[in-house]
């Protein structure tokens, strides 16, 4: 909701932070107008109240310097794996070993007397350079004679993929064998393929029809994405 009035906001606040209904603000304002905004065809008035001015040993501090930690690893480009962040574009390739190593930290922070504690470790993310469309195959051809659908579930459910197109990451909830890239979607009304979409949306041939896509699910809003496994 706060998106359609941020440049109204800023006008007043200048640099603020907002995450769920709160807004951190490193000016005060004691009186905001009411703005209009809409979502989904839906009018609404936006009200912010000015409530309390943050010490350094306040609860909410730790909470606002890691949202303000984790913004600020986003505005940088860094992926965020968990409670690490790693940078993509400056990952070292070792291609004799089809793998690029990522670099980045983990940085954790504690509430101290005297305020809030930074604690930074260096921390590396391996990641295949092969696509996972090829990983599958090698599962299958070792699982003759056997449950080979159970075997590559079970590799791959859990894991981290970094879809090529975008460099972005997801964890894998399942591999769903009864979707195909000439499985439909609705997209504003229209059927359209994965097949289709990747294609017009990225630029991507998918030369494989049979394989399987992998589920990947949000967290915040329990959401199902489809990936295709040839493009990870």
Known sequence: MLRSVRDKLKEKLE??????TCVYSLKKC????????????????????????MEATDRDHM??????????????????????????????TLAAHNIKVWPGFDARMIMKER?????VDIAFKVVRTDT?????SQLRDKCRGGDWQEAIQT?????????????????VERVDFTMSPSTTFDKNGT?????????????????DPNQPLLINKDRKTGNEVALIPELC
């Open 115 to 119: 305020g809030a504690l930074l604690n």
């Open 132 to 136: 996972l469309l090829g990983h599958i």
């Open 30 to 53: 004691a009186e905001l107008p009411v703005y209009d905004a809409e979502h989904d065809g839906t009018k609404y008035k936006v009200t912010l109240e000015w409530v309390q001015i």
């Open 155 to 171: 590799a791959l459910a859990g894991s981290t993929v970094v879809t090529r197109y975008n460099q972005k990451t997801y964890r």
């Open 15 to 20: 640099f603020y932070i907002d995450w769920g």
């Open 191 to 207: 059927q359209v393929s994965y097949q289709e979409y990747y294609k017009t949306r990225y630029n991507e041939n998918i030369t």
């Open 63 to 92: 909470n606002f310097l890691k949202i303000f930690f984790n913004s600020m690893m986003r505005g940088l480009k860094f992926e965020q794996i968990g409670p690490k962040s790693f940078n993509s574009a400056a990952a070292h």
